[in-house]
């Protein structure tokens, strides 16, 4: 017994070593494009097509700062809202946001508001039928893309290397990971019968840590996300 402890220690010790690695590879956007005002009308559809939502995006502008907020409407009459500040002085900065999903489109229904100054995080989820509220502090990075993937991808050189974001993930325990972002080339698309090219994004969830290498083994590893960004920058 007394040789499995010291083994057990190293490999906690590396776990840590690693997860604190891989947040340290993440990085701020720089601004390379302002976002403006701007009142946009969006469709959310499946690949066949099928119209699933209708949504209603607003940026506002004060001086740096911007206010962004996303809302989808479900046919089935669920809600996706989510609102988010930032401000965009030379990098990208998070300031805060507070994302709603409820409905039948939602199985698991929450409410998670972020402040990027006091670190505070508060989840408000239902478990068992019941209405529960999770408050906790997160260190939170500069690099904290909640809300903000859209504008960040727009602000990527084009043929970049991988870049590393951080993102807090509620499930519903506010967990850090680190999203890397890769570009897989141009794709082309039509819409209204028109041709069009547009760069394909691949975002990698990395968990780290003792989490990160057993998800993989329990089935419980993080699909890739796909995002298609329209015309160059």
């Known amino acids: 017994m007394s040789n499995i402890w010291p083994r057990l220690l190293s490999g906690w010790l590396l776990a840590t070593v690693l997860l604190t690695c891989s947040m340290l590879t993440a990085e701020q956007i720089p601004v390379r494009n302002l976002e403006g005002t701007l009142h946009g009308f969006l469709v959310l559809s499946t ?33 996706d809202d989510e609102t988010t500040v930032f401000t965009q002085n030379h ?44 408050k906790d502090h997160v ?25 590393k974001v951080s993102y807090l993930a509620a499930t519903p325990k506010p967990r850090l990971v680190n999203l890397a972002i890769s570009s897989r080339g141009e794709s082309p698309f039509s819409a209204a019968g028109l041709r069009y090219k547009a760069t394909q994004y691949v975002l990698k969830t ?28």
């Open 47 to 79: 690949l066949e097509g099928k119209t699933l939502a209708a949504g209603d995006l607003t940026q506002v502008l004060h001086g740096d700062r911007v206010t962004m907020r996303l809302v989808f409407h479900f046919q089935d009459g669920s809600i």
């Open 91 to 134: 990098a990208f900065r998070f300031i805060s946001d507070h994302h709603v999903q409820k409905g039948p489109s939602f199985p698991h229904p929450m409410d998670v508001t972020i402040d990027g100054s006091s670190g505070q995080v508060v989840v408000k989820y239902r478990d068992d039928g019941k209405e529960k509220q999770l």
């Open 139 to 163: 260190d939170l990075p500069a690099d904290l893309a909640n809300g903000l993937l859209p504008v960040l991808l727009q602000n990527l050189k084009p043929g970049a290397p991988e870049t």
């Open 206 to 233: 990395e968990i780290g840590g003792v989490a990160g290498l057993v998800a993989p083994l329990i089935g419980k590893e993080p699909k890739d996300i796909h995002i298609w960004i329209l015309g160059g920058i």
